[in-house]
T-cell receptor
Framework: GAGVSQTPSNKVTEKGKYVELRCDPI?????LYWYRQSLGQGPEFLIY????????DSGLPNDRFFAVRPEGSVSTLKIQRTERGDSAVYLC????????????????FGPGTRLTVL | QKEVEQNSGPLSVPEGAIASLNCTYS??????FFWYRQYSGKSPELIMF????GDKEDGRFTAQLNKASQYVSLLIRDSQPSDSATYLC??????????FGTGTRLKVLA
């Protein structure tokens, strides 16, 4: 596709439920990133994939959060036992490269998934 | 704690004026700097990136970087009502982890 796509655009769930958020990066982009944006805040880094492996997951808030990218393209962010504090917009970004040149490392964002935990 | 500071605004400017958006950062190792525009309810859209001290111009936008002062700014010339949005400043010391400010809300008054 032309840009990063994310599904669903909105997700409403109940406290304690499990959710999966999907990201489809720009075709050919090797690096993929997840961020979380709360109301009135800037995006906050969660995890970065180079290919299939999570190169840096230091931003994941706790072990209820997990992300995979099994074939080096689509990624899924998984949240177990959701809590009301998890409510936010989850943004995915991709870049052509990571660690090559600063211009090709530039990140482009998808439309986000708005998660609401009741 | 690496921080990026922005005035939350709103910054109100009349149509046709120059809007000046500012950002300071704490990590002296920051090498790459980005300005994203975010309309309400939408995702961040890249406007400009800058790596070297000085000015970088792209159409109505000029990014300015002063590494000694740890200061980045974005100037928008001939501001239009369609420029009304939140502008996010982001810095990166490596190649992947962007640190974002909270954004400055710009209102261009017709």
């Amino acid at each position: 596709g032309a840009g990063v796509s994310q599904t669903p655009s909105n997700k409403v769930t109940e406290k304690g439920k499990y959710v999966e958020l999907r990201c489809d990066p720009i075709s050919g982009h090797t690096a993929l990133y997840w961020y979380r944006q709360s109301l009135g805040q800037g995006p906050e880094f969660l995890i970065y994939f180079q290919g299939t492996g999570a190169a840096d997951d230091s931003g994941l808030p706790n072990d209820r959060f997990f992300a995979v990218r099994p074939e080096g393209s689509v990624s899924t962010l998984k949240i177990q036992r959701t809590e009301r504090g998890d409510s936010a917009v989850y943004l995915c970004a991709s870049s052509l490269t990571s660690g090559r040149t600063r211009s090709t490392d530039t990140q482009y964002f998808g439309p986000g998934t708005r998660l609401t935990v009741l | 704690q690496k921080e990026v500071e922005q005035n939350s605004g709103p910054l109100s400017v009349p149509e046709g004026a120059i809007a000046s958006l500012n950002c300071t950062y704490s990590d002296r190792g920051s090498q790459s700097f980005f300005w994203y525009r975010q309309y309400s309810g939408k995702s961040p859209e890249l406007i400009m990136f800058i790596y070297s001290n000085g000015d970088k111009e792209d159409g109505r936008f000029t990014a300015q970087l002063n590494k000694a002062s740890q200061y980045v700014s974005l100037l928008i010339r001939d501001s239009q009502p369609s420029d009304s949005a939140t502008y996010l400043c982001a810095c990166s010391s490596g190649t992947y982890k962007y640190i974002f400010g909270t954004g400055t809300r710009l209102k261009v008054l017709a």
